[in-house]
């Protein structure tokens, strides 16, 4: 589908990467930078023109650079992105952000003669955080320039002030008091177009962990619940970024536990083809897990296969009715469902996967973002 000719565009104070620059910088979430690149491309076929101005996100020194170097940042192919550097001073590296971002915004906006549509906001920002700069820009020049704020909530509170509201949170969007809110969790994209990458002579079912393999998204206790499956036929593939000691050990001495890092989008999508289900063990013990949305699982429907998965009101009920529910991540609330998959006869497997299918056919990125676009140009 060709992009239809652009009849306005957007600014974001926010960035998207590419590949090599997500593997590069740990600070980077995958998760996020999916959503919104596909958000932002689906956008631009529609003819909205996305601009972004991005200070890129670091850890503050000492912890992250001192200097963090918009050299070492480049963005996705199609998208007119513009990166800036910044010291990143601990207390005060927000302020100098502040000024980076306006300072180029008004550069832009003199340059272009034309003002945003929209300007747009990412925010993950909890409870006791310090406002981001990109927040308090967007308020600002929201209000000094009379441009609608569309600030999207991944997680965390909302900031108040913008003028729309998008949220991927379920909760989040029940519990919003603003009028002009919107509810999208994403869209599924469809991999399996490709059946090249189809393997119908594997001999393993493999399931599959994508995402981060710290503490947070519950790698580990999966690992340590499939150590205790006695089945020489199943494999459990852990892929994404991050380390984890005991995860590494579990795999050193399990060869059906393997751990195979942060792979490239290509390689990702075949061995997902190939998969048997996929599994989201995110811990219910970490509040941030509660009210923020798997973004993941719309990934993991992509490939028409069963998805166990750990239920918070984050999620839709759309969304919870499509999963095989983990209720608790202890090892047998994780085993449970594991071998309640593995105990279907391939006919009920079959039907297992015709629950993604139908999701899949009805949130398309196309569709979701259409109906977007048409509720913020009302």
């Keep these: 589908m060709k992009n239809i000719k ?8 926010d960035g998207v990467f590419n590949h090599s620059t997500l593997t590069n910088h740990k600070s980077l979430s995958p998760a996020s930078n999916f959503w919104k690149t596909n958000l932002i491309l689906n956008l631009q076929k529609l003819g909205v023109e996305n601009i972004t101005l991005c200070c890129p996100i670091e850890q503050a020194w000492p912890l992250g650079k001192l200097l963090v170097n918009k050299k070492n940042y480049k963005s996705i192919t199609g998208l007119k992105a513009y990166f800036f550097s910044y010291l990143n001073f601990p ?25 945003p549509k929209f300007i747009m906001t990412w925010s993950v920002q909890g409870p ?27 997680e965390g509170v909302t900031p108040p002030g913008a ?9 989040a969007y029940q519990n919003c008091k603003y009028e002009k809110k919107y509810y999208l969790d994403g869209g599924i994209p469809d991999f399996l177009s490709d059946k090249k990458n189809l393997n119908t002579k594997l001999n393993n079912k493999v399931f599959m962990y994508i995402g981060d393999l710290g503490i947070h998204g519950g790698a580990l206790q999966l690992a340590e619940s499939f150590n205790q499956i006695n089945n020489k036929n199943i494999e459990l593939l852990f892929c994404g970024k991050g380390h984890n000691k005991d995860l590494e050990k579990l795999a050193d001495s399990n060869s059906r536990i393997k751990i195979l890092g942060y792979l490239n989008e290509k390689k990702l999508n075949q061995l997902a083809t190939n998969a048997y289900a996929f599994v989201n063990p995110r811990p219910l013990n970490f509040e941030p897990n509660l009210l923020n949305f798997p973004s993941k699982l719309l990934y993991y429907f992509s490939f028409e296969k069963p998805v166990l998965s750990t239920i918070s009101p984050g999620m839709s009920p759309e969304i919870i009715n499509s999963v095989i529910p983990i209720w608790n991540t202890e090892i047998k609330g994780i085993i449970d469902p594991i071998n309640a998959v593995l105990s279907k006869s391939e006919t009920e497997y079959k039907e297992l996967c015709k629950i993604i299918k139908k999701i899949k056919k009805k949130k398309k990125w196309k569709s979701e973002v259409s109906k977007f676009k048409n509720w913020i140009e009302k």
């Design 163 to 171: 003028t729309h509201y998008m949220y991927s949170c379920w909760y």
């Design 128 to 154: 006791n955080d310090r406002e981001k700069s990109e927040i308090k820009l967007a308020r600002l020049i929201s209000k000094k320039y009379n441009i609608k704020w569309l600030c999207l909530i991944g």
């Design 91 to 115: 207390f005060i590296r927000e302020t100098f952000k502040f000024f980076i971002l306006k300072n180029k915004f008004q550069k832009y906006i003199h340059s272009r003669k034309k003002l």
């Design 6 to 13: 652009s009849k306005y565009y957007v600014l974001w104070f």
